[in-house]
């Protein structure tokens, strides 16, 4: 009778992998943000030069692409559950050591560690995800996705703000500990073990140069706002690694079992959610950099308290993505839905170019509060719809493909608007005093604006008839889905 009870209470599989996962997904993602607010601190606690200091979250995000393509490989050879529970130990005993770092360099290779836990993280538990729910309830795990994706990066200043104020800097990284082991003991305890599948070969020159070439792409982005884009350095960087990538594109093309299965791009859906998801996520995740600085430079409030005026963004999420999935995405399908989010998403980033000096914050709070209502319908369609028409096993690999021009996407945003500020210039002369020129931030929240709306107009190429197996009609609609799949599309 126990062992019957103890069955009864047990999770279902697609609860087990969605805590699993949104709990890992969400202490990557934020921890990305939390970072950048302690960095100031650290410089002066290592008595390090800004320029060393930002290395810190570089090597994270170089980390993280280059270890994102094996992530396919490894989820199909080993198993999901083993490799997602195995980065989620690697991503927790790297934050512990973080925290403990005793000089900057110390701290650098435990955040290259801390990238290879997380570039496994997301690929191989989306792709669990995928797997657990069948297509018609793929709108309930977009929800549970646009939490983590969209809520970590502004909940991230505000946590990181509250804990550098009142703690340490180390605890950006110790408040990673408890979330992982928590998720790790659930995942042990429910979710169900999986024996992979048939050894593949590894893809050995797939993972040279996709790992290379991705890794100093992202490392240029980064470094290129800080040390200047017409810098050897930076240029020479990003031109070696566009050249690895298409090395990399010719030699998966040609190999019998590649890491990265580009064939898979052939699949107009995936590859349609796929340049919707980088744009969008640029677009968000420089916005949210770009109006922090804002807060902060233009209008001199503390980090903390920058953080609490954009997290409304992370509460419009919330509410937008049960909007998404419990009333629009049924009604019409992914087309008209992202595009509508992705017009409302470049209405609202344009919207904040207008906050001035002495604009009321509250403005630029429920602004952003809308921002992040129509964000959901963004993201909520588009990964609802993205793996409509992929095939289970090759989920894996679409993850890893749809992962990596995700975390590309956020590097670009943040590196080109960075650089709209410093090209129009961040401070100018007023009576002989230095002072903010705001005009450098609101040209760059008008690039991001137009990233968004660029967005919206690809969103427009989805066909919702090849997603329809992802869209469940309310009750008692008195059309048959099949005959509103044609009308959508006529």
Known sequence: MRARAHFLTRPSQKVAVAVVFVAAMFMSIMDATIVNVALPTIGRDFHAAPTSVDSVS???????????????FLGDRFGGKRVLLAAIVVFTLASAL??????????????????????MLTPVGMAMLYRAFPPE???????????????APALGPVLGGLLVTDLSWRWVFYVNVPIGLAALAFGLAFLAPDAGRVAHRFDLP???LGGAGLGLVMYGFSEGPIAGWATRGV????????????????????????????SLLRDGLLRTGTVVTLLSTAALLGMLYVITLFYQDGRGLSAFGAGLSTFPEALGVMLGAQ?????????VGPRRHAFVGGLGMAASIAALSGVGAHTSLWVARLVLFMMGLFL???????????????????????????????QLGGAIGVAAFTSVIVAVGATRHVSGHVVANLASYHAALVVAALVALGAALVALKIRDADAAATIQPLRGAEIPRERELVALEA
Do not use: K
């Open 235 to 262: 240029l020479g960087t990003i031109a070696l690694g566009a050249a690895l990538l298409v090395a990399f594109t010719r030699v998966e093309r040609r190999s019998a079992e590649p890491l990265v299965d580009l």
């Open 98 to 119: 973080c925290g403990i770092a005793q000089d900057m360099t110390q701290l650098v290779v435990y955040r290259v560690l801390q990238g290879v836990g997380g570039g």
């Open 58 to 72: 570089i090597f994270f995000l170089v980390s993280l692409a280059v270890f994102i393509p094996a992530s396919g």
């Open 137 to 151: 309830e793929r709108v309930r795990a977009a929800s549970v996705l646009t939490v983590p994706t969209a809520f």
């Open 323 to 331: 909007l998404a999935s419990r009333v629009i995405y049924p009604r």
């Open 206 to 208: 797939g993972f040279v």
């Open 376 to 406: 959901a319908q963004v993201f909520v369609p588009v990964q609802a719809a993205a793996f409509a028409t992929t095939s289970p096993a090759a989920t894996g690999r679409a993850s890893t493909m749809f992962n990596a021009m995700r």
